[in-house]
């Protein structure tokens, strides 16, 4: 089966993790990437070793992998004459130029837009950054977890108000896959636009537009009202007003989640599925309105019945419960998800599990590949662009390639 971008070819000029794992989404849906990386030093993702307490003492490092499964990687000094000129030989070849440098870095080392449309006037340039293209700032670096998830909102949204400090993201990486899965699907339309009207592009994503976006709704909301959206206290039900929206604490400390936005329609099933048929019957809920007047009896009913069971057991019960529900799961938990596996969610990329990238195509997950070694297809590349071995002998005498 073909994929999507069978045959397109992208130049990635990048590090780190947020623009690497545009390029890994795009790699699973087919296309060709080109890693550039340091001759000498590598991104520097690679020396990425330790995450708290988790400490990775071999590779592959799942820490380089996850942004850069199926590429293959060139080592370059971009620092030499001869390096930036191989860049531009490379981006001749390419359909795509994807970098995260800074504009100053872009012009220092001479791989700006006008640089790369100078050899390839139809090649789709595009650009992450941590604060956007325009404004005072848009020359300074950025994390996501300083762009994306402090500046964005993502942060003082989510911190309840009876906790100290600020809550921090959930894992390594979290601004930076979300912003790359939004820099890939720009760049797949840019493709469609170049090949529907001739017509190229240059497109931007931001940590910081990615972090408003994925805030988007509250956002929206705290305009509205002028007042900032808040988490609810730690330990809280969750809706004032529904006590079928909420977090529920099982008998064997774990927690499941009701999201019923319709009361009125599941409240009777819920109490048929927790052994208190009666209630459905009861005054008190009879119907939406009724149910949001008695919340707080509603969540006080449903809290003691599901401390009665463990989560395996509402699980089986709850297989036939019409409204919707989940487990609270960690990081390790969802690996076993039977619906996890079933979509093959997660899926081998040589010796190591990665999450796939979101998007299938046909009913089919993407075939993962393991990321490349560092400067592991250098020859390999150059030879393709059709160097021969004396010219691949002396950028290396140079230190222009790996």
């Known amino acids: 089966m073909s994929l999507p971008l069978d045959g397109i070819r992208v130049l990635e000029v990048a590090m780190y993790g947020f623009v690497p794992s545009a390029g890994a989404v795009l790699s699973d849906w087919g296309a060709d990437v080109i890693k550039i990386e340091h001759a000498v030093t590598g991104d520097p993702q690679r020396g990425l070793r330790q995450i ?17 499964r199926g590429k293959r990687s060139v080592g370059v000094d971009l620092s030499v004459d001869e390096g930036r000129e191989l860049i531009l030989e490379l981006a001749k070849t390419a359909d795509v130029f994807l970098t995260n440098f800074l504009p100053s870095a872009r012009a220092k080392f001479g791989i700006d837009v006008d640089d790369i449309r100078a050899v390839n006037p139809s090649i789709v340039y595009a650009r992450g950054s941590g604060l956007g293209p325009r404004g005072a700032e848009a020359d300074k670096g950025g994390y996501d977890m ?27 990486a979290f ?34 537009s990615s972090g408003l976006w994925s805030m988007g709704h509250t956002i929206a909301l705290s305009a509205y009202v002028g007042e900032a959206l808040q988490a609810p206290p730690v330990g809280a039900h969750g809706a004032l ?25 599941f409240w009777a099933d819920v109490c048929r599925h927790i052994d208190r048929p ?21 969540v006080a009913i449903l809290r003691e019945a599901i401390a009665e069971r463990t989560l395996a057991e509402w699980t089986e019960r709850f297989g036939t419960l019409a ?10 938990q969802v690996l076993d998800d039977p619906q996890v596996r079933a979509n093959e969610y997660v899926r081998q990329a040589g ?30 590349v150059l030879l393709e662009l059709g160097l021969d071995w004396d010219r691949i002998i002396a950028l290396k005498a140079a230190g222009a390639v790996t």
């Open 241 to 265: 007003t529904n006590p079928l929206s909420g977090l529920y604490v099982t008998k064997d400390g774990r927690y499941l989640s009701f999201v019923m936005l319709q009361p009125g329609k």
């Open 323 to 332: 409204g919707p529900w989940a487990p609270v799961q960690d990081a390790l």
């Open 175 to 208: 601004g930076d896959t979300i912003s790359g899965t939004n820099l890939a699907g720009g760049i797949a339309a840019a493709l469609l636009k170049r090949e529907r009207t001739g017509e190229t592009s240059v497109v931007d994503v931001s940590l910081l």
């Open 351 to 380: 010796s190591l599990r990665l999450v796939a990238s979101p998007v299938q195509f046909d009913v089919t997950a993407p075939q993962l590949r393991p990321g490349p070694e560092f400067a592991a297809q250098t020859e390999e």
């Open 52 to 68: 708290g307490k988790f400490k990775v003492e071999s590779d592959p490092n799942p820490n380089v992998e996850h942004a850069n």
């Open 278 to 298: 009666e209630l459905a019957e009861d005054p008190r809920f009879v119907d939406a309105a009724a149910i949001a007047a008695n919340t707080e009896a509603g």
């Open 146 to 172: 300083t762009a994306y998830w402090c500046r964005g909102s993502v942060a003082a949204t989510v911190t309840p108000p009876n906790v100290d400090g600020v809550i921090n993201p959930p894992g390594p």
